[in-house]
């Protein structure tokens, strides 16, 4: 099978299993269950589920193992999303196409659809023994991390040092501080919760997590270059230093060649590690390369 | 020592705890742990973290060893008031006789320090085992509990029904989904995870459960009378039934008598359980009627 058809697989596995994990439409309160689905199961490219089922097998466990876990995370996921885009903090109007979530249901209701997601993401965490048979000691240590991943010190610390940062100009270690602490930490959550779950040698534990630190590198600095050249092509103009160095992105702080190098070097190093863990792992190392690709 | 005392003691205990389990303003990002900080410090009386240490000593455990899940159980509680108070949703300037989070800090600040609370609360209930010496599958069971009574349909089903009923004259069966929902569970999860933390046998868990019902209603209906009392003698005028019929609230429903009687009813019940639990139970039984003293 080619990844792109592997990935649809899985894809299809989580959504299904979102689906079901989330209270339906007809759940009271409804409003409150439709805005949470409308956002958690409105498309998206699954990358953090993906890349906990991919772990978990690469590892040489089964995917499907890590399908509740990778729910889990996509609901945090989507409850970072609905957050991000309220008017008091990116004011979006628009995610994965559609409307976001309080253009549709209302302030209100988004921060409480997003709070509904969070702490559904922990509840589905805690039952992972009954969804998937993990040991306690395993989804007790999976909700650690993920709690570290997510609070104050992991993504919300990320996020709020982004929004200090508007406005100004950032250099390189407060730039690294952003993205490691705003997507890398989820990533490597993903990635090490799925390779626990896929019962990782110690070895291999630290060859997932070498991947998932530049996975997120690589993946960071393929969103920045996208948006510093896709708006030069909205502006139908061609990309100089001078213009983007003023954004907290990598392009900005090193320059489009040399971020679009470093990216390259992330994805390299991502190889290495899925050579070592071997077969199983193929897909991880197709996974990496899908990211480099999409600045093509 | 009198319940007073008794009461101080906990509460301080209580704001130890917290203090020490909250990162510190020092951490990187100093402002958010600030707006944390700000929030969950700032006073309350700590009415869930001491119900929930009442009850593991009402069972004969010992209050201290429930003291870190009573600071989780603050955490989630402070996390609700914040975002309660946001201007999308209940638009409060003061909370406990201080300006509301976001009225310091700014909206979004409030936003992300309420979800960093919220975050951290599971990663304190993931570490009890560390912290209390709690068995892996005890602390694993309070997850599911409070991730239910905190979810979709506990906590934030109450406020979401509570929102889409502002303005409009809702039924008896209404109001006590929302009063049930917003703030019963909460008080429902910190007692009976008190009470397993106590090692309770089933005969305790289930007087401690009705103890818990009957104190969250007649927290609820004295919290009502006391709004409407208070804005009658704000305004300076007598209440009466019309005045007060289109409120969400128990004397708007039932009229103030028939309220009281209500609340009184549920202090009884309250009193009932304790006796059941004997002489370890003596400072739940105050409690209950501590409730009650507040509408005199």
């Known amino acids: 099978m080619n990844w792109q058809a592997r990935m649809g697989e899985l894809v299809d596995l989580v959504e299904g299993e979102l689906a079901i994990r989330l209270p339906a439409e007809t759940v009271v309160p409804e409003k409150l269950h439709e805005a949470m689905r409308y ?11 993906v890349l906990a089922m991919s772990a978990c097998e690469g590892v040489g466990g089964s995917a499907t193992d ?4 990778a729910a889990a995370i996509e609901m945090l996921h989507s409850y970072t999303l609905i957050h991000d885009d309220l008017p008091a903090m990116d004011d979006d109007d628009f995610r994965r196409g559609r409307p976001t979530n309080h253009r549709i249901y209302g302030e209100a209701m988004a921060v409480l659809a997003g709070d509904a997601l969070l702490t559904e ?11 998937s048979g993990l040991s306690q000691a395993l989804a007790m240590r999976l909700i650690v991390e ?3 991943a997510c609070g104050s010190r992991g993504l919300i610390g990320g996020q709020v040092i982004d929004l200090l940062s508007e406005g100004r100009l950032i250099d390189a270690q407060t730039l690294e501080y952003i993205h490691k602490r705003k997507t890398g930490d989820l990533f490597l959550a993903a990635l090490r919760g799925g390779a626990q779950i896929g019962n990782a040698e110690p070895d291999q534990l630290d060859a997932v997590s070498t991947y998932a630190h530049n996975f997120g590198l690589a993946f960071q600095i393929t ?3 996208l948006d510093v050249v896709g708006d030069a092509d909205k502006l139908g103009k061609s990309v100089g230093m001078d213009e983007i160095h003023e ?5 900005g702080v090193y320059g489009l060649e040399r971020a679009r190098h470093m990216a390259a070097e992330c994805v390299n190093v991502c190889q290495q590690q899925a050579v070592f863990l071997g077969t199983n792992a193929q897909f991880l190392a197709d996974l990496a390369f899908f990211v480099l690709e999409r600045d093509m």
Request: hydrophobic share 40%; net charge positive.
């Open 247 to 251: 954004k907290a992105t990598y392009p």
């Open 121 to 131: 993401a922990f509840g589905t965490l805690a039952r992972l023994p009954e969804y």
């Open 146 to 148: 993920l709690a570290d």
């Open 66 to 69: 890590a399908l509740s876990y």
């Open 223 to 225: 969103d920045d270059i």
């Open 39 to 49: 956002s958690t199961l409105g498309g998206g490219k699954r990358l953090r589920a």
